[in-house]
């Protein structure tokens, strides 16, 4: 008896510890030719493998479509995720209310973080999250250039990030109709094609209820932002972040 539960005990306590964070997207951004060619396996796929330092920290990371049974998030997966990242676009209408609501209860009941990205502005469970419209000025893709700006170094979610320029952006204009973030770890500074310059808020965070909510402006789907190093370790430091500690 005694050696049996020398041998159990450990992985009883591994198991404790394993953390999961699922990365949905609806499966929209390796559709038209474009994408397809930035996002072979969507953007879930690629967020997911830029977080698989997270793996030796105990992590287990899990891509979600909306196309996968139960849009992807099970009774049973929801109830055991730490951090849910989720990018939307074209489909937000397709996502079930029931879904968004366990979501939102999850999330303010301190059980989950929630990061949201580019398009997930208008993502029910982010707006459901944030209750107001979550609309930006403008949305415009016009070979605007952008710099992001590490606003807060001393923030967890920018350990290890520099300032870093993304060559092409969709410019989201404030403003960003959300409520008053409690930090603003990154800034960014849109260069448009005409040399006029113009700034807007890049990462913001809340406590929602109580749990964490981190949003995350670029990541147009055909651009190439979530290969960036600089990009996945802001991805690595809000799952972190956004998990329940
Ligand atoms: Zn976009």
Redesign the pocket.
Known sequence: VTITTAIVAPRLIAAQEQRKVVVWSEGTANVDAVSKKVYPNDINFAIAEGLKPLASQGWEVISASLNDPDQGISESRLNNTDVLIWWG?KKHGDVNDDLVNRIAARVTGGKMGFIGT??CHFAKPFKKLMGTRCSWRE?V?DGTSAEIIVKLPDHPICKGVKNFKLPKI?RYGEPFAVPEPEAVPLDGIYTKPNGQTESARMGLCWTIGKGKVFYFTP????FNDYYLPEVRQIFVNAVQWAAPK
Not at 219 to 222: L, N, R
């Open positions: 676009h580019h398009s949305y893709d969709e990541g147009h789907e055909t």
